[in-house]
């Protein structure tokens, strides 16, 4: 892992810490808010598409769209999710579901093949989880509201299941990130203009999700980067190192958002971000077995 691969693969770190953040300040529905990811993303990827004319083959555009679907289904449940049970509660079982997911992917298409790879990465991603459910630990819930915890449990696991799989499809049939961007992000818009319209609904396509555009500028770029790394250094390498975005929600939540912790809380995100940090040093030592 050299030093570009390793900046890359930091890019979505701060892009993905930045999409609850601003989308917070935005507000909307969940299907407005990933429909607004969704069109932004799409400028982005028209942008790439016009600039570097990728290969497009029926096969490739297939797959890449199969790809925006579980995308989409991630991203409904990802703000369905905080809606039941709270950013706090919902982030963790999320990301570590995600984190699990993608590791457990990558290993079996053979990444992390050394023994002391093995031991590296796994012991990586024990510390990264644990330090995602300290970060994110809140003593009280901010609406003095129940946790819904049966319906939390259940749409998070499945948004974990479909965003694992819009990475994972990419890397077993090793399509690149600039050839799939485009067909990538027609098949989200797809996917969640049928979403609105069948289980909630509602229309796909409103001011408030015309508004979230600005989120899907600032995702396409951690997309794109997330889907280089994944390319170069493995799936289960990248997608472990993008979960590191909870320690910029924390800090946005606090600046932008004007969220209020306690002391108590601080201690928690200290701790949560020192095992962060030597999980994200782990990985790169398993990069390296």
Do not use: H
């Amino acid at each position: 892992m050299n030093l570009i691969e390793w900046l890359v693969a930091f890019i979505p770190v701060l892009s993905f810490g930045l999409v609850p953040v601003i989308g917070t300040v935005i507000g909307g529905k969940p299907t407005e808010q990933s429909m607004g990811i969704a069109l932004g993303g799409f400028v982005f990827a028209l942008a790439v598409f016009v600039f570097r004319r990728p290969e497009l083959s029926a096969f490739i555009f297939a797959v890449s769209f199969l790809s925006g679907v579980f995308w989409s289904i991630g991203s409904v449940g990802q703000f369905i999710g905080i809606n039941y049970l709270g950013v706090a509660r919902a982030t963790p079982i999320l990301n570590g579901g995600q984190i699990i997911g993608t590791s457990l992917f990558g290993v079996m298409l053979g990444e992390w093949a050394s023994a002391p790879a093995r031991m590296y990465g796994f012991t990586a991603l024990a510390l990264i989880i644990a330090g995602i459910f300290f970060t994110s630990y809140k003593q009280n819930s901010p609406d003095g509201e129940k946790p819904q915890w049966k319906k939390g449990i259940l749409v998070n696991v499945v948004a974990a299941l479909g965003f694992t799989a819009y990475v994972g499809i990419l890397k077993y049939y090793g399509i690149d990130g600039w050839n799939s961007i485009l067909p990538q992000s027609t098949g989200q818009i797809t996917a969640i203009a049928v979403i609105s319209l069948v289980m909630f609904k509602s229309r796909p396509f409103t001011r408030l999700s015309l508004r979230n555009g600005i989120i899907g500028l600032i995702w396409g770029v951690g997309n794109i980067a997330l889907l280089l790394s994944q390319a170069r250094l493995g799936l289960a390498v990248a997608y472990p190192v993008s979960q590191a975005a909870v320690i910029v929600s924390v800090f946005g939540g606090v600046l932008v958002n004007k969220e209020r912790k306690t002391r108590k809380e601080w201690v928690y995100v200290g701790i949560g971000m020192a095992l962060i940090c030597v999980g994200l040093f782990l990985i790169y030592l398993s990069g390296k077995g």
